[in-house]
């Protein structure tokens, strides 16, 4: 556990550092899960940090706690703000819905282009 939570926290580590560096509007620890990704995409997960990442998503419920109890502590400010609320978690919501479809049809079109091309070469 301690070897996969060391590559964890230097991945982290290594996105803070990149992009506090260059001053990039990205956090840190999504350019260090993206470093993550890579190092996965190439040589595939093993077991041992498989085995901590399923052990870390089983106590994934307690990250919402602090979430509960900052609703609580301003449940006054939700009452008096509550259709700026509403109307902006319905807002985000349907962009990221067309935002998500869009992308979608993007890599569908894509990756529908790459295979008629590979068809049409073999074919030749």
Known sequence: MLRAMTVLLACQLAGEIIARSFALPIPGPVLGMLALFGMLLRRGAPAWLDDNGQGLLRFLPLLFVPA?????SYVDLMRDEW??????????????????????????????????????????
């Open 68 to 72: 509960g109890v900052g609703i609580m």
């Open 83 to 124: 259709i700026v609320i509403v109307a902006t978690l319905l807002i985000s919501t349907i962009v990221t819905m067309l935002v998500t479809a869009g992308t979608f049809l993007l890599f569908a079109r894509l990756a529908t282009g790459r295979k008629g091309a590979h068809d049409t070469a073999q074919r030749g």
